[in-house]
C-alpha cells in the first residue's frame, strides 16, 4: 500500500475517533478540515454549512487559510456555481485553476491568496445538502480517483458528526425543558 493511502487511512481514522469522542461540533470539524489538508497535502480546506436560506454557506471550520481570504465576501450558491453543481449533484468536483474558472465565486481572492486548484465535496445528510468540504493547493493540480474517493468519505463522516451534533443539542433541549416541567409539577 502506497504512503499516500495509509495516510488517508490514517486521517480517517483520526477523524473517526475525534468524532466519537466529542459531541461539540467545532471541535470535530476543526480536526477534520487539519486532517484532510494534511492527508491531502494541501494549502487548507474548509468546510462550510448552509445558512437556513439555503442561499449561502457559512463558514464553520478552517485550516491553512489567512483570515483575509476568508473574510473575502459571503459564498453565495447563486454566484458560486462550483458550490451549486457539487451540492445539486452530490458528487465531487474539481477546478484545476479556480483564477479563470467562471464557476468560481472569488477568482482574484484565489489568486492574492495563492491558491490554484480546489477538490469539492458535498455534505449530505439522507441525500439532503447541508454543506461542502473544500480542498485547496497552492500549485494547479489533478486529484486522483482515490483523492476524490477520501474526501468523499470524509464528508460523509463530518456529515454525521454534524448531524450527531444537532440531534444531541435537541436532546439536550428537550430534556431540559422536561426537567423544568417536572420540577414545576412538584413545587405546586
Known amino acids: 500500500m502506497a504512503s499516500r493511502e495509509k495516510n488517508y487511512f490514517k486521517a480517517l481514522y483520526d477523524v473517526a475517533t475525534v468524532i466519537n469522542s466529542s459531541l461539540n461540533p467545532q471541535i470535530v470539524l476543526q480536526k477534520v478540515v487539519e486532517q484532510v489538508s494534511e492527508a491531502l497535502s494541501a494549502k ?37 456555481r462550483i458550490d451549486s453543481d457539487v451540492l445539486s ?23 492574492a491568496e495563492g491558491i490554484a486548484s480546489i477538490l469539492v465535496a458535498p455534505l449530505l445528510i439522507d441525500k439532503k445538502p447541508v454543506g461542502i468540504l473544500r480542498v485547496y493547493t497552492e500549485k494547479a493540480r489533478e486529484f486522483s480517483g482515490n483523492e476524490h474517493t477520501f474526501l468523499m468519505a470524509v464528508a460523509h463522516i463530518a456529515a454525521i458528526a454534524i448531524e450527531n451534533a444537532r440531534l444531541h443539542e435537541a436532546l ?17
Open 44 to 80: 487548507g480546506c474548509t468546510l462550510r454549512l448552509l445558512d437556513r436560506s439555503g442561499d449561502y454557506l457559512l463558514a464553520s471550520a478552517s485550516h491553512g487559510l489567512s483570515k483575509g481570504y476568508l473574510r473575502k465576501g459571503p459564498i453565495e450558491l447563486l454566484k458560486s
Open 172 to 188: 439536550r433541549s428537550d430534556y431540559e425543558l422536561l426537567a423544568r416541567f417536572n420540577y414545576q409539577i412538584f413545587e405546586d
Open 89 to 111: 449533484s452530490g458528487k465531487v468536483v474539481h477546478l484545476k485553476d479556480v483564477t479563470s474558472d467562471p464557476r468560481f465565486q472569488y477568482p482574484e481572492a484565489a489568486r
